[in-house]
Structure formats: structure tokens, C-alpha cells
């Protein structure tokens, strides 16, 4: 900025001009229909539960999978518990 007292100056000119009736009214219009800043803070406070929600139902299910596909696994045979029964071995262990 060159002049920054002419911007001032400027600036002044604009703002101190006299408001008509309509325009006024069209101000105060603007105005009350803009929503409240608590309607911000709920729309905020409610996109963040609804995010902690998925959040905890995707951790919730993940680690219930887990859980069951451990608790209700069937056990599985090694090889050296159950060898092949193409294998040598498991003449001898199948006894």
C-alpha cells in the first residue's frame, strides 16, 4: 500500500456515508436471517458426535470380530500334531 493516508481517507468517505431507510432495513434483514452463533456451536458439537459415534461403532465392531473369531475358532492341527496322510509320519502318529 503506497498512501496510506489516502486509503484512510478513502476508507472514511465510504463508511460515514448516510444509510437511507431501505437500506437499512435490507441490513437488518440480512442480519436476522443469518443463524445464531449457538446454532454453530450445536451443528459443530453434533457432526462431532456423530464422527465420535462411527468412530467407536467401526473400533466396537473391528475388535468384536477379533474377539469372536478367536473365541470361536476351531482348532487347527500342526503339522508335527497332524501330519499329511501322504506323509510317512503320519502312519506313525495316526497310532
Request: hydrophobic share 45%; charged share 20%.
Amino acid at each position: 500500500m503506497d498512501d496510506i493516508d489516502a486509503w484512510l481517507g478513502t476508507a472514511a468517505a465510504r463508511t460515514s456515508a448516510p444509510l437511507s431507510v431501505t437500506v437499512l432495513q435490507e441490513l437488518d434483514r440480512r442480519i436476522g436471517s443469518e443463524a445464531e452463533p449457538s446454532m454453530f456451536m450445536s451443528r459443530r458439537e453434533g457432526r462431532r458426535a456423530m464422527f465420535t459415534a462411527a468412530i467407536s461403532a467401526l473400533v466396537g465392531f473391528a475388535g468384536s470380530g477379533v474377539v469372536a473369531s478367536e473365541a470361536f475358532a476351531q482348532p487347527r492341527a500342526t503339522w508335527v500334531a497332524a501330519p499329511s496322510p501322504s506323509s510317512p509320519f503320519g502312519l506313525l502318529v495316526g497310532r
